[in-house]
């Protein structure tokens, strides 16, 4: 069975920075495509970002890029999102997913002094 | 960014009635592969996204056939045959063809 579970999520300041952790588990990770997916409190989705199977391509949408990373340890299965310079309004509920397929559960990122 | 366009944003249906919920897309999603990468997603209340339909028309395993997918160039619709109870939530359509994905806004279908 896939498994996609999220941790690394909490209350930050502005300005500050998190590093989200995606245990994947029930696939060879090492296959797929990876996926960033966040939902802000009472909205839409919005496509973060995507990694390939062996890192070397990534993809940011724009509300993201220079300020989040995303990076996946195949030996690890794991994926993983460094977001810096946060802003009030990165604060959101942030999936990690197997380019749509599967989904985590999703973990709470809150910005704010 | 393509802009997806959804309609209704809210669908009230009894049960056991048919509903059917259109995505527009601003350009085409024809892939240079030739496929169309529009995908529709459940998200229930509470819960995770889940993918119902890919590329179009392909109902993902344990989807029930309840649920359908069609459309072509920038035109899709997902239709559900016959509402149940569970099917309550808001529904969003996905382009995958271009970078950003994006997503349409949503359709919350609740039961009448």
């Known amino acids: 069975e896939v498994q996609l579970v999220e941790s690394g999520g909490g209350l930050v300041q502005p300005g500050g920075s998190l590093r989200l952790s995606c245990a994947a588990s029930g696939f060879t990770f090492s296959f797929y495509w990876m996926s960033w997916v966040r939902q802000a409190p009472g909205k839409g989705l919005e496509w973060l970002a995507n990694i390939k199977e062996d890192g070397s391509e990534k993809y940011y949408v724009d509300s993201v890029r220079g300020r989040f990373t995303i990076s996946r340890d195949n030996g690890k299965n794991s994926l993983y999102l460094q977001m810096n310079n946060l802003r009030a309004e990165d604060s959101a509920v942030y999936y990690c997913s197997r380019d749509g397929a599967y989904w985590g559960q999703g973990a709470l990122v809150t910005v704010s002094s | 960014d393509v802009v997806m366009t959804q309609s209704p944003l809210s669908l009230p249906v009894a049960l056991g009635q048919p509903a059917s919920i259109s995505c527009r897309s601003s350009q085409s999603l024809v892939y240079s592969d030739g496929y169309i990468y529009l995908n529709w997603f459940q998200q229930r209340p509470g819960q995770s996204p889940r993918r119902l339909i890919y590329?179009?028309?392909n109902r993902d395993s344990g989807v029930p056939d309840r649920f359908s997918g069609s459309g072509s160039g920038t035109d899709f619709t997902l239709k559900i045959s016959r509402v149940e109870a569970e099917d309550v939530g808001v529904y969003y359509c996905?382009?995958?063809?271009?970078?950003?994905?994006?997503f349409g806004q949503g359709t919350k279908v609740e039961i009448k």
């Open positions: 996905m382009q995958g063809t271009h970078w950003p994905k994006t």
């Open positions: 590329k179009v028309s």
